[in-house]
């Protein structure tokens, strides 16, 4: 019989080097999505489904749509959020609604899947500015290395802790925080 743990201890196995990708903004490596799915698949099988739970977001002002994952393995399930860019045209009509949908819910399975262990951090933790008010399990989310996804500006203290503080999960400066994340972790 197949048990949770068991899964959960192959799932989480570290990845290897050779499929780690250097990142586009070109500060470390990630592991791409195919690459956690191929794992899904051949560990887990017919014990792991997701779904995408509610409608997708789309936010104009920043060209991004936010999606919300419900990833299951056996009896348990967590939640993740997915973000995607699109495009749109001349006439402010979105022309890759599809794909953007579809990226915005693989980054949410990618999401879900770290609350269960899977993956690595995507940021070097080799040099730490972490706040003394941070617990050691928060410590490895705060590093040097870290960019405004916007701006691609190293982030300052007083950044990391605004991130913090307001609960945001995505790299940006103060400047260029979007004004729906503030809205929404003000409620």
Partial sequence: MT???DLIDKLCEP????????????????????VYLQRLNEVAGEYWTHERVGEPIFY????????????SILNRSHMGEGFSKFQVNDKGKIINRHYAIRS???????????????GKPLQSTTRSTTPSSITDDQQSFFTTDRTCVKCN??????????LTTLKIKFDYCTDH???????????
């Fill in 104 to 118: 915005a819910t693989k980054d949410g399975i990618r999401d879900a899947i770290s609350f269960f262990g899977m």
């Fill in 60 to 71: 104009m002002e920043d060209k991004l749509v936010h999606t919300v994952v419900k990833v």
């Fill in 153 to 162: 500006v190293a982030l300052s203290e007083h950044d990391l802790n605004e």
């Fill in 15 to 34: 990845f290897p080097k050779e499929v780690h990708e250097p990142r586009y903004d070109g500060h470390g490596t990630y592991i791409p999505i195919h």
């Fill in 177 to 187: 925080i979007p004004k729906h994340l503030k809205k929404k972790s003000t409620l």
């Fill in 3 to 5: 048990t949770f743990n």
